[in-house]
């Protein structure tokens, strides 16, 4: 069953960010703390983790 994901913000004055790169593919098993994505802001690109 899909679970929507919604773009964190990685620090309070991040204002927009980009996708850089999904590191699971569709039907992957996810558990909390595994690595799912890239996001890219002006300022860094960042790994977000799942937490569910």
Known sequence: MPIEILMP??????????????????G???KSGDVIAEIETDKATMEVEAVD
Do not use: C, I, R, Y
């Open 9 to 26: 913000a990685l620090s309070p004055t991040m204002e927009k960010g980009n996708l850089a790169k999904w590191l699971k593919n569709q």
């Open 28 to 30: 992957d098993s996810v």
